[in-house]
Nanobody
Framework: QVQLVESGGGLVQAGGSLKLSCAAS????????MGWYRQAPGKQRELVAT???????NYADSVKGRFTISRDNAKKTVYLQMNSLNPEDTAVYYC?????????WGQGTQVTVSS
């Protein structure tokens, strides 16, 4: 059974930084794209950033220049370094990965940015 386990969320002041991690475990033969989505209260889940197995990255316009996505294939882990955080970044952040040609989601980790 494949699982994605996130860590690194929390409370931070505006202008601060956080780094999220998401580790995949289980019976894994291949991992294609990995990424992060977020959902703020009363809003739809939205893409934050993705990275392919070839290290091609894609970012939402709202986080470009502030967030950096990376992955460690040996550790089956994807990271999201978040800098210059602002209150609009407050949301539950979900890890996403295509593993064994099937999509999986993590349980979510709360990120709260205070003004």
């Amino acid at each position: 059974q494949v699982q994605l386990v996130e860590s690194g969320g929390g409370l931070v002041q505006a202008g601060g930084s956080l780094k999220l991690s998401c580790a995949a475990s289980g019976s894994i033969f291949s991992i294609n794209v990995m990424g992060w989505y977020r959902q703020a209260p009363g809003k739809q889940r939205e893409l934050v950033a993705t990275v392919t197995s070839g290290d091609n990255t894609n970012y939402a316009d709202s986080v470009k220049g502030r967030f950096t996505i990376s992955r460690d294939n040996a550790k089956k882990t994807v990271y999201l370094q978040m800098n210059s955080l602002n209150p609009e970044d407050t949301a539950v952040y979900y890890c996403y990965a295509v593993i064994n040609i099937r999509a999986y989601w993590g349980q979510g980790t709360q990120v709260t940015v205070s003004s």
